[in-house]
C-alpha cells in the first residue's frame, strides 16, 4: 500500500470517506516508509507507531459511522497523519527539544494546537528533529544528530524545524507541525521545497510549546500545498484561555474550491528592494523575479514598497531572542525534570546540569542574553533592540497601508552543506535574514517552491501579510499552485 | 548615549565567567576562550544598533496591544501530583528532593 503515500492530501481524505482504503492502511503506509527511508534522513526522533494505530482504528470507527449513518462531512483532516516537532507536547510521549537535558522529559498534557488537531480526529506518526530547544538553522544543533535534505543528502535541510519539512519533503508525512522563532518554519520549507506557515503572532496557542522567544515564538504547519496547510491552521488557531497572548478574532475562511479560475484582481504586491542583497544566490534572485511576474500574469498589481530597517532586523533579532531565551531556559536547572548532574550543593547542581547537558548554540545564546540583560548594558542592548523592533515593526505597518502583500525570497541561498557554518554563528544567523523581520513585526508568513537551482535544490519564496490576515497568504500561494507545479515535485528516494 | 558606553566590543575571560555564573553554565576552560571570541563577533556585529537615533521611540515588547486577560480566580482541577513529579529526578514524601542550599 506504499502508493498511499503518493496521493494528494484531498485524495486521501475523499478515500478515506469512501472507504476505498483505512486510517489504519494509510497509517501504516507512512509507518512502513518511514522504516525504509528514516534511517538514512534522520527526521524523527521518537516515533509512536502503537499510538498511531489506536488513533487510526478511532478515526475508522468515526468513518465507518458516518458512512452508515451520514450527518455533517467529518473534518478532511479526520485519520490524517501528522507528524509533530520535538518541542510541542504531545501528551504521554517523549519531549527533547532536540536536547539532552529533556532526554527523558515526558509531558503530562498535549499542546493545544496538537489537542486541537486530535481533536479533528489526525494521526500522531512521531516527534521530528529540531535543532536544540529551536535555536538553530540546520538541525545541527540537535543533540540527537542532524536531518539530511531529502533533495540532497549531504546538505541540511534548514531549521530549526527541519526535521519536520524534510518529513513532509520525503513523503514520511503529508503534513507536520514545526515552530517559527525567526524563520524556523519558512526556511525549512524553502529548503526542502514544501509550503510553510508561520502564523501571526497570538493567532495560535503557544500552551505546550516548549518556550524559546517568548514574543517571537508561534506554531505552524509544513505541508505539500497551501490550501493543505490552511486546512491545519484553520483547525488549531483561535484563542485558548491558557495561553494568555493567544486573541480573540475571528478566522477568516479560506476556500480553495471557491472559484474555478484562481485570481489575484484587486491584490496590491509589494517588492521591498532591501530584500535583494548583493551576495545572495543568483538563481534565487531569478526565480523569485520569475514567481513574482506570475503573481502579476494572475491579476495582482506588483509594485515597489521600501522596508528601510530591514539591515536592523539580524541585530535586533539577536538580542531580544537570547534574551528572552536566557530567562525562560533558566528553568532548566535538574531539580523538576530532566537527568541531573551531581554535586554536593545545590548551586553546583545548576552549574553542571546546566554546563554539562545543553548544548554550544544553546550555551552560546543565554550568555548572549544574560549579558543583554546584565546590569550596565541593559539599556544599550536589550532596551535599544526593543526601540528598533518598534521601527522594524513600523516598516511592516507602513508597507501594508500601500499593498496587501509583499513578496521576498524566503532564503538568500539554497540549502547548504553539512558542516558548512561550522564554528562560524553569525555566518549561521545570516540564513534567516530574510524572515527574522516577520517575528519581530509579529506579521504571517508563508514560504513555498518557485524553482530549482542548478544543483536541483528548491527555491521558496516568502510572502507576508499584514496581521491576522493568513487567508490572503492562503489565496496569492494557493494561486500560484494552480498555476505551476513545483510544488508537485518529489525528491527521488525510492532507489536509495 | 549609548555610542559612549559600548567601546568596541571584546569580551574578557572575566566578563564570560562573570556572565556564566549569573547563568548557572558552568563552562570549561576551552568553552570560556571560545565563548571570549565568538561572543565578541557577535557583539561587534550587533553594535550597529547604537547608529541608530531612537530618541521618542517606544520599547515594543510585545507586538500585540495591551489588554486585560484577567479572568475569574475560581478552583479548578489540575495536575495531580504523582503526574507532576513524575520527571523529577529525585523526589521525596511529594517533593522535589535537592541536595542543601548551603555549604
Known sequence: ?496 | MPNDIIPAMTLTIEQVEHIANLARLELSASEKERMSQQLSAILDYVNRLQSLDTAGIPPTSSVLPPRSVLRLDEPHPGLDLETLLRNAPETEADQFRVPPVLD
Open chain 1, 1 to 496: 500500500m506504499s502508493t498511499l503515500t503518493e496521493l494528494s492530501l484531498s485524495e486521501v481524505t475523499t478515500g478515506l470517506r469512501h472507504g476505498n482504503f483505512s486510517s489504519r492502511e494509510l497509517a501504516q503506509a507512512y509507518l512502513e516508509r518511514i522504516e525504509r527511508l528514516d534511517p538514512t534522513l534522520h527526521t524523527f526522533l521518537t516515533l509512536t507507531p502503537e499510538l498511531a494505530l489506536v488513533q487510526a482504528d478511532q478515526a475508522d470507527q468515526l468513518l465507518s459511522d458516518w458512512r452508515k449513518n451520514g450527518g455533517a462531512a467529518p473534518s478532511p483532516l479526520l485519520g490524517i497523519p501528522l507528524a509533530v516537532k520535538d518541542i510541542l507536547c504531545v501528551a504521554g510521549v517523549r519531549c527533547t527539544c532536540g536536547s539532552r537535558i529533556l532526554e527523558n522529559f515526558i509531558p503530562p498534557y498535549n499542546a493545544t494546537s496538537v489537542a486541537r488537531l486530535r481533536q479533528a480526529g489526525m494521526i500522531i506518526l512521531g516527534k521530528t528533529n529540531t535543532d536544540e530547544f529551536a535555536m538553530g538553522s540546520s538541525t545541527e544543533n540537535s543533540a540527537y544528530g542532524v536531518t539530511h535534505n531529502p533533495w540532497d543528502l549531504s546538505r541540511v535541510p534548514g531549521g530549526s524545524s527541519g526535521g519536520s519539512a524534510a518529513a513532509v519533503a520525503a513523503g514520511l508525512a503529508p503534513l507536520a507541525l514545526g515552530t517559527d522563532t525567526g524563520g524556523s518554519v519558512r526556511q525549512p520549507a524553502s529548503l526542502c521545497g514544501v509550503t510553510g506557515l508561520k502564523p501571526t503572532y497570538g493567532r495560535v496557542s503557544r500552551y505546550g510549546l516548549v518556550a524559546f522567544g517568548s514574543s517571537l515564538d508561534v506554531v505552524g504547519v509544513f505541508g505539500h500545498s497551501a490550501a493543505d496547510a490552511a486546512l491545519v491552521f484553520a483547525q488549531m488557531a483561535g484563542q485558548d484561555t491558557l495561553d494568555a497572548t493567544s486573541v480573540e478574532l475571528p478566522i477568516p475562511e479560506f476556500q480553495p474550491d471557491a472559484s474555478t479560475e484562481p485570481s489575484l484582481h484587486g491584490l496590491r504586491v509589494g517588492v521591498p528592494g532591501e530584500y535583494f542583497i548583493t551576495g545572495m544566490q543568483p538563481e534565487v534572485e531569478a526565480a523569485i523575479h520569475q514567481a513574482i511576474t506570475i503573481l502579476e500574469e494572475l491579476g495582482a498589481v506588483i509594485q515597489p514598497v521600501s522596508l528601510p530597517h530591514t539591515q536592523y532586523a539580524l541585530p535586533v533579532y539577536y538580542l531580544i531572542a537570547p534574551a528572552e531565551a536566557s530567562a525562560n531556559l533558566a528553568r532548566y536547572d535538574g531539580v523538576r525534570y530532566g537527568p541531573r548532574q551531581p554535586a554536593e550543593v545545590m548551586w553546583d547542581v545548576f552549574r553542571h546540569t546546566r554546563g554539562e547537558l545543553f548544548g554550544p548554540e544553546v550555551k552560546r545564546r543565554i550568555m548572549l542574553g544574560t549579558y543583554a540583560l546584565s546590569a550596565g548594558y541593559y539599556d544599550a542592548y536589550y532596551g535599544q533592540a526593543q526601540k528598533v523592533r518598534t521601527l522594524i515593526k513600523r516598516d511592516f505597518d507602513q508597507a501594508f497601508t500601500q499593498v496587501n502583500l509583499i513578496a521576498t525570497p524566503a532564503t538568500p541561498n539554497t540549502a547548504f552543506r553539512i558542516g558548512e557554518h561550522a564554528d562560524d554563528p553569525l555566518s549561521m544567523y545570516l540564513e534567516d535574514i530574510f524572515t527574522l523581520p516577520a517575528n519581530l513585526a509579529g506579521v504571517p508568513g508563508i514560504a513555498f517552491p518557485v524553482g530549482f537551482d542548478s544543483k536541483g535544490l528548491p527555491i521558496g519564496m516568502q510572502l507576508t501579510a499584514a496581521s491576522f490576515q493568513e487567508d490572503l497568504l492562503f489565496r496569492a500561494a494557493h494561486a500560484y499552485q494552480q498555476a505551476t507545479d513545483w510544488h508537485t515535485r518529489r525528491p527521488s528516494l525510492n532507489q536509495s
